[in-house]
């Protein structure tokens, strides 16, 4: 599945919220070295290095596509393009922060015990994942793949995103591998302008590419009208054009 920054960074600063709130939750001290999991154009790799500007800090990413936009926006910070399951670097990391990437990443029971290894004496694994799988926009999604002429192609399209578990899940899992853990649970209501084409744009550079990545140009199209008309009646729209768009999220910090 392709990734394009040019489409995620169109709500940089809504993604941005849940980056900050998880960084304010990290100590500031005694932090050398820090490592961003799935840094994407590097908006959220930027807001570690301003958290911790004295650190060494390292990028990772899949996408070539993600890692040229955030070479060009922080040409002092090293990256690597690789997949974070595959990663052996041994560390150790004062911070590794995972945002928003770990829903696409299978068998966390065996991720995260790696991902804590990898932390020196003290370090802080800190994680955010989408927690919308249930929310309008994505039922809809599936809905709509389902029932529609593209459905044998999209037969699969919803696994693409790993299943994940519930806050007592994370905690006790980390609980065993950690002097510390912290779980808890956000909802960010963004407004967005636009009407429900606004909520589809945020889609596209996130949840549907699953979806969007079998088809073909036309089928694109319809595929991506049909949905729009369906959350039209889930996220209705303001007068000024605005629609509010709920979306929940799964923190958890842990401390080795």
Known sequence: MSWSAEQYRKF??????????????????????AVDMGCGPGNSTELLRDKFPDAAILGLDSSANMLG???????????????????????????????????????HGALLPGLVAKLAPGGHLAVQIP?????????????TAATGPWAGKLARASRARESRHGADWYYS????ECAQADVW???????????????????????????????????RAAFLARYEESLAGAYPTFPDGTVLLPFPRLFFLARR
């Open 173 to 176: 899992v980390l609980r065993r």
């Open 12 to 33: 940089e600063d809504e993604r941005n919220r849940p980056i900050r709130d998880l960084l304010a939750q990290i100590p500031g001290a005694g932090v050398a070295t």
């Open 131 to 143: 927690d919308n799988l249930e929310e309008p926009a994505h039922v809809l999604m599936r809905e």
């Open 69 to 107: 936009a955030a070479r060009k926006r922080l040409p002092g910070v090293r990256f690597e393009q690789c997949d974070i399951d595959r990663w052996d670097d041994p560390g150790p990391f004062d911070v590794m922060l995972a945002n928003a990437v770990l829903q696409w990443i299978p068998n």
């Open 185 to 219: 649970r956000t909802v960010y209501h963004h407004p967005l302008p636009g009407g429900p084409g606004a909520v589809v744009e945020w889609f596209k550079g996130t949840g549907l590419r699953p979806f969007l990545e079998p088809l073909d140009e036309g089928e």
